[in-house]
């Protein structure tokens, strides 16, 4: 929740960043695509870090990390001073998941591993609307910098958990083994390939996701002569907390539907659907039909993330689970990076329209890839 609140406080007030540093889409897109780069980076970092010296102080050092650097954004003179916070935040933002996503999956029986997730990954959605809420209270009143300033609240969770949250027992009595720890079979035989698979699909939903996410804020609230549809603030923010209402049920409902039906399937209806859902909303005029569609767009464009962790602890052995669950997420962001920027590059010279129809396609092939990545539901995990 906190992490979504923190990284998703950027796209709400894109614009007035963009009105005062004076940026086109582009501009404003290459710095979403450097945060992208970084949380990938950070996520292989923390991975590694998770399987050598554990997941709870990992995964405090990594909400730290964000928090701390949401809120240095909110001081930044110059662009390349919003680089630097926005690349640090990254980091944290990434290794966060990679984390927390192998503790969760340890934990719970392999029956429920698909629900809790699920239930992990809705806070998302709470988080991005609760980024909504704020940024509608404090944007008008106190501006664009006061809003990153309310981002250093996650920084408190971090008490909580290093006192209260226990280390994972399969990381324990992992690490308590004498024998040598291969850190690297997951990217050689016969691990190899649906590394790949993973990372590719991941990329593709990752693309999508960011895509669409980061600028739908800004295509909502930019005037028709801009490209958007005009919204004022508080009527952009309603309709995004709207949306979160669809994006919480999203990932909700996938871990239930995935526990019962597999992955696979679960994974390939939700982004089929979400393509055909993405154009219909982009393509809509009337704010009553973006009300309508909207948690629709979000519900399935957003559930099968609850999938992926629960998918990647069921192939991957514990000594290398958090490790290749950063690099297979995170490398997916590297990818994905180019959203950012592709996306506001497309909007400026085509339209937003044809800038969103390249988020359909990549959910049409992130479903292409579930042609090589086998069922693992309910798959107890390997120590």
Not at 85 to 99: I, K, P, Y
Not at 200 to 207: Q, R
Request: hydrophobic share 60%; glycine share 10%.
């Amino acid at each position: 929740m906190l992490d979504a609140f923190d990284v998703m406080l950027w796209a709400l007030v894109l614009p007035a960043v963009m009105s005062e540093f004076r940026l086109d889409a582009g501009q404003a897109g290459q710095l979403g695509s450097l945060t992208l780069l970084a949380s990938a980076a950070g996520g292989a970092l923390f991975g590694v870090a998770a399987d050598r010296v554990g997941r709870v102080p990992a995964l405090v050092a990594s909400i730290l990390l964000y928090s701390v650097f949401t809120a240095a954004t909110g001081l930044a003179g110059s662009v390349a001073q919003l680089a630097v916070f926005r690349v640090a935040l990254g980091l944290g933002m990434g290794g966060e998941w990679a984390c927390g996503a192998a503790l969760v999956s340890e934990t719970w029986p392999a029956k429920h591993r698909g629900k809790a997730l699920g239930i992990v990954q809705s806070a998302w959605a709470v988080g991005y609307a609760a980024a909504a809420v704020v940024t509608a209270i404090v944007l008008p009143v106190w501006g664009w910098r006061a809003v990153f300033f309310v981002g250093i609240a996650p920084a408190v969770l971090t008490l909580f958990v290093r006192r209260h949250v226990p280390e994972s027992a399969l990381w324990l009595a992992a690490s308590a083994r004498a024998a040598p720890v291969d850190r690297t079979a997951f990217l050689r035989a016969p691990l190899l390939h649906r590394t790949l698979v993973l990372t590719l699909m991941n990329a593709c939903t990752m693309f999508a996701w960011w895509g669409f996410n980061l600028w739908i804020p800004s295509y909502l609230s930019l005037p028709p002569e801009g490209g958007g549809i005009g919204l004022s603030v508080a009527s952009m923010s309603a309709l995004i907390v709207v949306m979160q209402v669809g994006m919480w049920l999203g990932y909700v409902t996938f871990g239930f539907v995935s526990d019962a039906f597999g992955r696979r399937r679960t994974y390939v209806t939700y982004l089929v659907g979400a393509a055909v859902a993405v154009l219909a909303f982009t393509t809509a005029e009337r704010v009553v039909v973006l009300v309508l569609l909207g948690p629709v767009v979000a519900f399935l464009g957003t559930g099968y993330f609850s999938g992926f962790g629960a998918v990647t602890a069921e192939i991957y052995p514990t000594a290398v689970r958090a490790t290749a669950q950063g690099v297979t997420y995170n490398v997916g962001r590297v990818v994905s990076a180019l959203a950012p920027f592709l996306v506001g590059t497309l909007a400026d010279e085509r339209g937003f329209a044809t800038a969103f129809l390249s988020v359909s396609v990549a959910f049409v092939l992130a479903a292409v890839c579930w042609r090589w990545i086998p069922e693992t539901g309910g798959r107890a995990l390997a120590r």
